[in-house]
């Protein structure tokens, strides 16, 4: 939900569209002059700006362009009279965020505000996420849905305290990430964070590798060598794909962790340990066959789960964005928007690889290597006519819908065919979203 600021000379109009939008769950100020408004954002914050295009003193036009020297990223969308609409095509050349014809109507009304709403946010965060790049970046985790917010609250809840920690999730969820943030958020940040990949130790040299060896404790082997348990000490140790570890090692590393100390390979003195273990795994540890249950209990002081992709649907294209927008700066390219095909394209691609897929894919795309096809969400092509001439159709009403946005109904006007005829082959493509339908409701 969104501040809005709703502008109109129209007194009853603009009380309609204010109980309208109040109705919808946001905050609306209503004004019936466009300078109020400006005086109004010399003290005040808002989300978006809807005001009427034709009213005495400033236009709509002119607010807009007043509104955009102040605040470039604040969106301004356009109400016109039918004979107004060339002049908003040049508003939205201008800057403005969308405009709608009167009669026009209202429940589409609140999804173009909603629409409009959540890509300012999606900007807005991509600007914070980039703010971070750098130090802080291996430690950030991205995202606004449900089950990142739920992630970052159960790693702020944890954070401070010094218990073992398992994160599961499937592979490309961002489990070292997860990991990375839950040290970046505890007391031991400013402590060293050292992973090992338990699926690349060698057989021969794991032991070695994790508890260290005396010097001289082998013939043809120097001076003395530590850990990386003893590297990790002060800070955290990430043990990825702990699943991988042998029978053996798991053994020794049950007993360092029960006692908290570490006995080099050769030496009998023991070295105390001061490190938080993090392991990470594509599978429930108790299901993992060769894998110790005391070893897992020794790990899982606390349980953390990474979500798949599909389970961040809002997130995609705001991932999908990020990621082309780093490459794009990495490689001196310009990044592309991401369109409402491309949008409905992302949100229904499988995603088998996860995050991990979806950044190589926007990379690639940044990169100008491949693009995402949204044509093939909708129909397979084959030899047979009648699918031909269906992927043209899907084609055609895809790009008909990215030139309006999504309004159906100006989309059918375009296209020449009844909306419901518009929407059953929306619905057949795949394209019609869970908030496609529309009431005859008008303002």
């Not at 807005?124 to 449900?146: K, P």
């Not at 029978?247 to 007993?255: E, I």
């Not at 082959?425 to 869970?434: A, D, P, T, W």
Request: with cysteine; glycine share 8%.
């Amino acid at each position: 939900m969104g501040c809005l600021l709703i502008v109109d000379d129209d007194r009853d109009h603009l009380t309609a569209l204010c109980d309208l939008m109040n109705a919808s769950g946001h905050t609306v100020t209503g004004f019936e002059n466009a300078s109020d408004v400006l005086a109004f954002l010399q003290t005040s914050r808002a989300d978006l700006i809807l005001t009427d295009l034709r009213m005495p003193g400033m236009t709509g036009l002119e607010l807009m362009h007043a509104v955009k020297q102040r605040d470039i990223d604040l969106p301004v969308v356009l109400l016109t009279g039918h004979g107004d609409v060339g002049h908003a095509v040049e508003a939205m050349k201008a800057g403005a965020e969308d405009f709608l014809e009167k009669p026009y109507d209202a429940e589409h009304l609140v999804q173009v505000v909603e629409r409009t709403l959540a890509a300012r946010a999606a900007r807005l965060e991509v600007l914070r996420l980039q703010s971070v790049i750098g130090a802080q970046a291996d430690a950030t985790l991205l995202g606004r849905s449900r089950a990142i917010l739920e992630l970052r609250q159960r790693i702020s809840a944890i954070a401070s305290l010094d218990v073992d920690v398992v994160i599961i999730g499937e592979t490309g969820t961002g489990k070292e990430l997860a990991a990375r943030a839950l040290h970046a958020s505890s007391n031991r940040a400013e402590g060293p964070f050292i992973a090992i990949n338990c699926a690349a130790l060698p057989e021969a040299m794991a032991e070695v590798i994790l508890f260290g060896q005396a010097a001289n404790a082998f013939s043809g082997v120097g001076g003395a060598r530590h850990g990386k348990l003893e590297a990790a000490s002060g800070g955290t140790l990430l043990l990825d794909e702990v699943e991988a570890m042998s029978a053996s090692v798991q053994a020794k590393l049950l007993r360092v962790l029960e006692e908290r100390q570490v006995e080099r390979l050769g030496e009998t003195c023991l070295r105390p340990l001061d490190i938080r273990v993090i392991a990470t795994s594509k599978r429930d540890l108790r299901l993992v066959d060769g894998f110790r249950a005391d070893l897992y209990y020794r790990l899982a002081g606390v349980e953390l789960r990474t979500p798949c992709l599909k389970e961040m649907g809002e997130d995609i294209p705001l991932l999908f964005s990020h990621y082309a927008e780093l490459a794009a700066r990495r490689y001196g390219r310009v990044a592309q928007a991401v369109d409402w095909r491309l949008e409905q394209y992302l949100k229904r691609r499988a995603w088998p690889g996860n995050v991990r897929e979806l950044k190589a894919v926007a990379e690639a795309h940044a990169l100008g290597i491949s693009t995402p096809s949204p044509v093939g969400m909708f129909v397979q092509s084959s030899g047979a006519l009648a699918e031909r001439v269906a992927q043209f159709e899907a084609r055609e009403i895809a790009a008909v819908l990215d030139r309006h946005r999504g309004n159906t109904q100006r989309a059918a006007e375009t296209l020449e065919i009844p909306r419901r005829t518009l929407n059953d082959k929306m619905r057949r493509y795949g394209l019609l979203s869970s908030k496609s339908a529309r009431s005859n409701d008008t303002y």
